[in-house]
């Protein structure tokens, strides 16, 4: 059965590093910024909140729009994942505590750590969209706030 999703992803950039989770998977290790499917009643912002908090332990506030995407897998991963796309909406997040709250987490099945990458190092890195690591590196007035379908 094919399933569309609504999913936020929060951009939580501190001290020049991101946030994001290790995942394992078909494609082996990747990185994501946190994030996932927004709940029956929950806004964009409190959907990225939630999920930085449930995926990494940090509490975060989440500011403004910072980019979108579709990621259609028939395109990227038609062997596996044809049944699945899904728009994402990545907001920028302030870190409200640097401190992880382990006890609220509830990782991804996938998922097996969390990590801070310094900027400089998200270019060639397993980071998806990997679109990504290169607009973190655009000046922010020439950013594209849509990507399109991109993986």
């Known amino acids: 059965m094919a399933t569309v999703r609504a999913a936020t ?7 020049g590093k991101l946030l994001v989770t290790v ?3 078909t494609t082996g290790e990747y990185w994501l910024t946190p994030g996932g499917g927004q709940r029956f009643g ?3 912002r409190e959907n ?5 908090l449930e995926e990494t332990g940090y509490h975060v506030r989440a500011g403004d729009l910072a980019c979108g995407r579709d990621y259609l897998g028939v395109r990227h991963y038609p062997e ?5 796309q899904q728009t994402e909406l990545f907001f920028w997040c302030t870190l409200l505590d640097d401190r992880p709250d ?3 987490m509830e ?3 996938n ?6 990458v310094p900027l400089e190092d998200l270019v060639g890195s397993p980071l998806f969209p990997r679109r990504l690591a290169a607009w973190l590196h655009e000046p922010p007035e020439g950013r594209p706030v849509w990507l399109g379908d991109i993986n």
């Open 107 to 109: 990782p991804d099945a």
């Open 111 to 116: 998922q097996s750590g969390v990590l801070w």
């Open 48 to 52: 990225a909140e939630r999920e930085v």
């Open 42 to 44: 929950e806004t964009k």
């Open 102 to 104: 382990r006890s609220a």
């Open 9 to 15: 992803r929060g951009l939580v950039v501190a001290d």
């Open 80 to 84: 596996w994942d044809s049944g699945f």
């Open 23 to 25: 995942l394992h998977g």
